[in-house]
């Protein structure tokens, strides 16, 4: 064996291994390109690894593959340029196809025999005698070297890409030193002799092996891995095998052929056994070898699957996989955008790392992407990964704003993956820039696609496990925690505190009157009141509190780390929110509030509980819509008032508003007719701009003003036909109860006018009192042409329900005689102002206004 | 230098490709998704400036269909308070540039439009693909070449397509005459001279109004008649060759010297409203069909046609598509205050449709009656696989009168230029007609019946060179006489009054538009029913006689 062989020799296995590589990857031009120029170098290594081998060899032998070793240089040249047009997205082109028409010509003259004169070995050195149109051979290649040259060094100068131009100047680099030393060896008396050539398509070998692995020339890593794998474990065994023959080879001689059959197979057995774990050893130490300090981390990522499959909770999930990835990846960081519940758009909600002290090129900025974002949508379509970068290049993503590329551009990630479940995007892993400036390789995107799905169904299931969690800790019409919680949170506040020290406070409240307005109103709207209601506590709290709704009308909230005082704030500012929320318009909401603190008033749940709603009590007891403290229950006589503002309304409403309950039930047909003429009548009243103590008395008239029905018997309110005269006698007597009833109810004596005269006429013939004009008190005839406008449009017994203009036309027409004409034009100004969006005379009116404004 | 050029430089063909058409391989419903998504950030820019607040009144859309209900189509007019005083403070997005069209004359003389900087990001895309698209035969077959020759034959900046020469990659082809020069001279010299430049450096790309590439081929044949200097071509022998190449091979064929004998192009590439009318003369002369693309100065590029040469598919990221269908269109039409119902690029079907832009990326136009009429020739390209609906321009149907993209003639232009050659006349109508050549016909019923029909051809036209200077310089350049003269019969507009009454139409609809009536009443007026106006004389005597 002559030694001089092992240049080509290694050349010859370092080419036959990247084109093992390359060829199961050839999918695209430049590969095909790439793969033919690897197999001509590898047949110049080879051809010369025949020629040199045998220094014993004869002329005619060592002429052949001379010859061939010649006509291999102008195919390495030609595949080499042909690589590089394509890899300046050139087409081949005619110099091309020229070119490998000289090289098959050249193929053809040396199998012919006239490349080479004659060759022979002179020790283990080769000599031989070339034609001299050899040499014009190597002047018709230099066009291509330098074409080669030139288009490298274009593409170098040309290119903005960092990546790009490192790639290009190894080439360039790899390629001058091919074709230096080819160029020197011939034409150096000294060199002449030895395959110094080799040595230069060597070095190109291994610099193109270098751009592959470093600059992702092309995506062949992986394959090129497992090759290296295989061939070592090849290698290794072969060896084993070869060793063990020539340790003892007369024992293999001596031996009858079934035993040796025995043997082999034993040996075989043997290989295949060891095969496996030689297999898994080699791979481990070639991986090592090419991914070093991330070895560790791309290990823990493949075992991603077992690991985090019992995992349900999203923050441990992103504790788990982001440093990971990072660290695997060799990336600057990583952040989770998962869908906001609540808007529905992707947002960052995860990050690694999260350390501000990071340089700002490697902080990563929180992104929100509306779910319907081009981005967002492209990602749930496609399933393929975005590189910001490319954003500009996918035409889908043309109707992306321009605000969400800054965004983008300046959160400083390098990758966005998406993960999806059951086909739908319900994450998105984002990657930071790698920290050796290079890019995302294959085998790193890969690496991410194998935990990509497995972590699509992590994610859902936490999703839907936290899903429904919180809904089986929230109460569904308020949207607040529920009951349930309420009690797992204090014995957490409770232990907490416990354990640490500190103080909490537990503010109970409840809704005044909520049973006389579910009576009134109904239930839905009681319904809506308790939302609302929900709505605002959970506005008025600070971010560390924790509102519940406790059950029917009553709503706490854990107040952590809260003494008493700051408690009162916060329950006062909760009072005011939803008191100012209250209108003259409907029935006002206000609340009650009774408030402990923990230690100072218990340290078991139930001594907590206990003292905020003895303090509660007590709020209802000094008259609603004010905060009580434990502690003013503890003085008991000594009550410090925290809220000044008390005022009789509440008290004397609650029994109007059962009152009103009480008349409405009686009579089915009118259920409902006392909360709509108090409706109406409010609205004539503001509109008039009355000031607002007359609208809060004709509020409570309006309810009230057919209270005396009450002493009226049910078969007359309930009759289907028309009435006797004495029945309508006593009919007209229900003015005058009404106003017995209620002059007993100091609160409501100012209300005792208006009830008392709803049924006078403007011109004198009404009753009781015959009042004419301006003598009856406003009040009554603001009653008056409600009431009478509501009877029209209401369905009775014993008449058609009329039209709305048919009633307005009735008003018209009795205004001066039944009703004030002030009042009538200032009722039907009203109706035609809301007869778009039907406010006044639509028996749903307090449906509508509900949804439209709140509780007012 | 954009991305795009950027691209081109470092050879990224598929990067390349994939950002300037890759448009063309968008679903519809991607398609629709992009223009919705602009729209939505436009109306975010809108809903915060005077000039959005001004035409949407109280509206503040946040979706597509609030959008279109509760936002008027508007005219020019609507914008003229702002945009000829080139307001800029309100605007959605200050512009970079301000360019211009002819507007209605008198009123004011020029539509002035605003530019932004991101709109001209998205010229640039365009341009490029218009050049791509223009010398490839394939899909994602690029066959420009750095410092290719470029003929640019567009009018100056403020004109739109001197816009498009600010977004166009100077720096990366030869542009003959370089841009810089060009603009310093004269369209007609310009012309002249970048022919000059392309004899001696050669021709690779020409980007050119259709009619001045029509009449740049007719001067050659004109040309090749004339005497050539040998002093000339001694000095330049790279055009004397091309030259010599042109006169042998115009020989041998046996005709007059044309464009193709001399240049063999890469690409071809025709603006104007007039394109199909010039697009087979164009091949004769040049050797290929031009690419199309439809445009104009308020929504610089609308759509542009594939390597088929055939429909032309909309672009989606520089306006928000929609469509008037033709029905609604006539509706609007006979009643001014008629809100016509419009439909999205994703609801269209094949038939014609009045287009409606509103600007994105900062524009300033909403819901803006474009007042062109197009033909939705299919709702894809089943041969290219392109799914995108492809359209053809039919023709102007607002008060206007484009011809040859030179001039947009106004009713009041038109009928100023007859009240100045003095003719006697009760009534005309005018529309454009097209028959091998674009022409501004004229009816008009004279008073007279002996009346001489080519002397108030030719002393229209003098009037109306007069009043229109781009009308005059459509003269000078092309050798076009782009009007003609029909007289009316006696009595048609009577008759047509007449029949308009008996069918109850409104006292606005009793005479024909001037502008563009429609063919039936263009037919009605050469051939009109005179039995109605006797029916109506013998009435009269009834009446007197009872």
């Known amino acids: 064996m002559n030694l001089w062989a092992l240049i080509p020799l290694i050349s010859c296995v370092i080419f036959i291994i990247l084109f093992l590589s390359v060829l199961p990857q050839v999918k695209k031009r430049i ?215 020539f340790i003892s080879p007369d024992f293999f001689t001596n031996l009858p052929l079934f035993i040796i059959v025995i043997i082999l197979s034993l040996i075989y057995i043997f290989v295949i056994l060891a095969s496996a774990p030689l297999i898994k050893l080699v791979s481990k130490g070639v991986d090592y070898l090419f991914y070093r300090k991330t070895y560790d981390y791309r290990q823990e990522l493949l075992n991603f699957n077992k690991k985090m499959s019992h995992i349900l909770n999203l923050d441990e999930l992103a504790k788990e996989i982001l440093p990971t990835i990072s660290k695997a990846i060799n990336v600057t960081g990583a952040s989770l955008m998962l869908q906001d519940n609540k808007t529905g758009n992707f947002e960052t909600q995860f990050i690694y790392p999260e350390d501000e002290n990071t340089a700002p090129e490697s902080t990563f900025k929180k992104v929100s992407l509306e779910a319907d974002s081009a981005i967002i949508v492209w990602m749930d379509k496609k399933g393929k990964p975005l590189n910001p970068e490319q954003m500009d290049a996918i035409p889908e993503l043309r109707g992306l704003w321009q605000s969400e590329k800054d965004k983008i551009l300046s959160s400083n990630m390098g990758l966005f993956f998406p993960f999806k479940s059951r086909d739908k995007l319900i994450g998105i892993l984002t990657l930071g820039k790698k920290k050796n400036k290079s890019i995302l390789s294959y085998p790193d995107i890969e690496l991410i696609s194998n935990i990509a799905n497995q972590a699509g169904i992590i994610i859902e299931n936490a999703q839907l496990y936290t899903h429904a969690k919180i809904k089986a800790n929230t109460d569904e019409l308020t949207g607040l925690y529920n009951h349930r919680h309420f009690h797992e949170r204090l014995d957490q ?9 500190g103080t909490f406070s537990l503010i109970m409240m409840d809704v005044d009157l909520f049973k006389s307005y579910n009576d009134i109103y109904g239930h839905l709207a009681g319904d809506h009141v308790l939302r609302k209601v929900g709505e605002y506590i959970g506005n008025s709290i600070r971010g560390i509190d924790l509102a519940f709704r406790y059950g029917g009308e009553e709503f706490t909230v854990i107040l952590p780390g809260t003494h008493i005082e700051d408690a009162y704030k916060v329950a006062e500012r909760i009072r005011k929110t939803i008191e100012s929320k209250s209108s003259l318009k409907a029935m006002p909401i206000t609340i009650s509030l009774g408030i402990s603190s923990w230690p100072s008033d218990g340290i078991m749940k139930e001594e907590i509980i206990g003292r905020a709603d003895e303090a509660l009590y007590l709020a209802k007891q000094l008259g609603r819509n004010r905060t009580c403290l434990s502690s003013d229950n503890k003085k008991q006589h000594d009550t410090q008032l925290i809220s000044s503002e008390i005022r009789s309304n509440p008290k004397a409403l609650s029994i109007i508003y059962a009152l009103a309950a009480t008349v409405d039930a009686k009579d089915s047909y009118t259920y409902g007719h006392s909360r709509k003429v108090s409706e109406y009548a409010i609205a004539i009243a503001e509109s008039m ?154 028996n749903d009116y307090i449906y509508q206004l509900k949804e439209n404004e709140d509780i007012d | ?249 115009s020989k041998l064929a046996g005709r007059p010297m044309l464009p193709r004998d001399i240049w063999k192009l890469k690409g071809l590439v025709s603006f104007g409203i007039d394109g199909s009318v010039y697009r087979e003369k164009i091949k004769e002369m040049w050797g290929r069909y031009p690419l199309e693309f439809h445009g104009c100065t308020e929504a610089i590029f609308i759509a542009m046609q594939t390597w088929d040469y055939e429909g032309l598919s909309f672009i989606p990221n520089l306006n928000f598509f929609e469509f008037i269908p033709e029905a609604e269109v006539n509706k609007s039409l006979e009643d001014s205050t008629y809100q016509p119902r419009t439909v999205l690029i994703d609801e269209v079907k094949p038939g014609k449709y009045e287009l409606v832009i509103s600007s994105l990326h900062g524009g300033p136009f909403i819901r803006y009656r474009l007042g062109h009429l197009i033909n939705i020739t299919a709702t894809r390209n089943e041969k290219l696989n392109i799914d995108i609906p492809q359209m053809k321009f039919l023709t102007r149907i607002d008060d206007q009168i484009d011809i040859a993209g030179f001039t947009r003639l106004s009713e009041k232009v038109i009928w100023k230029s007859i009240e100045n050659c003095g003719i006697g006349y009760y009534d005309w109508v005018a529309c454009k007609e097209i028959n091998g050549k674009p022409v501004l016909h004229l009816y008009i019923e004279p008073k007279e019946t002996n009346m001489n029909v080519r002397e108030i051809e030719s002393s229209i036209h003098n009037e109306l060179k007069k009043l229109d200077k781009p009308y005059s310089e459509l003269e000078s350049f092309t050798g076009l006489m782009p009007l003609k003269i029909t007289l009316l019969p006696e009595n048609s507009f009577k008759a047509y009054k007449l029949r308009q009454q008996a069918i109850g139409a409104s006292l606005d609809n009793l005479s024909p538009r001037h502008i563009n009536p429609s063919m039936d009443t263009i037919r009605f007026l050469l051939k009109p029913d005179l039995s109605l106006l006797r029916k109506t004389v013998v009435t009269a005597k009834e009446k007197i006689e009872a």
């Open chain 2, 1 to 249: 230098m954009g991305i795009e050029a950027e691209l081109f430089k470092r050879g990224k063909q598929e990067d390349l490709w994939q950002r300037c058409c890759g448009y063309l391989d968008l679903s519809i419903e991607d398609f629709a998704h992009i223009q919705k998504r602009l729209l939505l950030e436009q109306l975010e820019l809108l809903n915060r400036c005077e000039l959005g607040r001004t035409i949407m009144g109280d509206a503040r859309p946040e979706t597509v269909d609030e959008f279109r209900t509760s936002v008027p189509l508007t005219t020019y007019a609507d914008y003229a308070p702002y945009l000829l005083k080139r307001r800029m403070d309100v605007l959605p997005q200050k512009p970079i540039l301000w360019q211009y069209t002819s507007g209605k004359s008198e009123e004011y003389p020029y539509r002035w439009v605003p530019v932004t900087a991101r709109q001209l990001d998205q010229i640039e895309g365009i341009i490029f693909a218009m050049m791509i698209l223009s010398t490839c035969n394939n899909k994602g077959e690029i066959n420009l070449k750095g410092m290719d020759k470029v003929f640019y034959g567009m009018a100056p900046p403020p004109y739109t397509t001197g816009t498009m020469t600010r977004a166009f990659p100077n720096e990366l082809f030869d542009v003959v005459p370089p841009v810089g020069e060009a603009e310093n001279i004269s369209f007609e010299e310009r012309i002249k001279y970048g022919f000059d430049l392309a004899l001696d450096k050669g021709l690779d790309l020409c980007i050119a109004m259709s009619s001045v590439t029509v009449a740049i081929g007719e001067r050659f044949g004109r040309k090749g008649k004339s005497k050539i200097s040998v002093k000339a071509l001694v000095k330049k022998p790279k055009k004397s060759f091309r030259l010599l190449k042109g006169i042998v091979k």
């Open chain 1, 493 to 501: 506040e409770i232990t907490r505190n416990t354990r640490f020290g």
């Open chain 1, 31 to 245: 590969e095909r390109i790439f793969a033919l120029f690897l197999f001509a170098s590898m047949i110049w290594s080879f051809t010369a690894v025949m020629l040199l081998h045998n220094i014993s060899a004869s002329s005619n032998y060592l002429i052949f593959w001379n010859g061939l070793v010649i006509a291999a240089i102008p195919l390495v040249v030609v595949s080499y340029y042909h690589f590089i047009r394509a890899y300046n997205n050139k087409k081949a082109g005619m110099g091309v196809w020229i070119g490998y028409a000289i090289v098959s010509v050249i193929i053809i003259l040396s199998l012919m025999g006239y490349v080479v004169k004659d060759a022979y070995f002179i020790g283990n050195l080769l000599y031989h005698d070339i034609f001299y149109w050899d040499f014009i051979l190597a002047a018709i290649l230099i066009p291509f070297l330098s074409m080669i040259i030139m288009l490298l060094y274009r593409r170098y100068k040309n290119s903005i890409d960092p990546t790009d131009r490192n790639r290009t100047s190894y080439l360039i680099v790899g390629w001058s030193l091919l074709v230096i030393i080819s160029y020197i060896t011939p034409f150096t008396p000294s060199l002449k002799t030895l395959p110094i050539d080799h040595i230069g398509n060597l070095i190109n070998a291994l610099i193109i092996s270098y751009t592959i692995f470093k600059f992702n020339l092309l995506n062949i890593q992986m394959i090129f891995r497992k090759l290296l794998t295989y061939i070592i474990v090849i290698g290794v065994l072969f060896a084993l095998t070869t060793v063990l023959f």
């Open chain 1, 689 to 842: 701009k009355l000031p607002n103590e007359k609208i809060e008395c004709i509020r409570s008239a309006g309810l009230l003003h057919d209270i005396g029905k009450i002493g009226i018997p049910d078969y007359i309110l309930n009759k289907n036909t028309f009435l006797s005269s004495d029945e309508n006698q006593l009919i007209k007597k229900h003015p005058k109860i009404g106003s017995e009833i209620l002059k007993h109810v100091i609160d409501l004596v100012n209300c005792i006018p208006a009830i008392l005269h709803h049924h006078e006429r403007y011109d004198g013939t009404g009753y009781p009192s015959g009042l004419v004009g301006e003598k009856i008190p406003i009040e009554a005839r603001i009653l008056s042409v409600a009431d009478a406008y509501d009877a029209m449009v209401s369905l009775r017994p014993y008449r058609r329900q009329l039209s709305l203009q048919e009633a307005v036309d009735e008003l018209k027409s009795c205004s001066g005689t039944q009703f004030d004409p002030v009042i009538v034009d200032a009722f039907i100004k009203v109706v035609q102002k809301n007869n778009a969006d039907s406010v006044v005379y639509n």
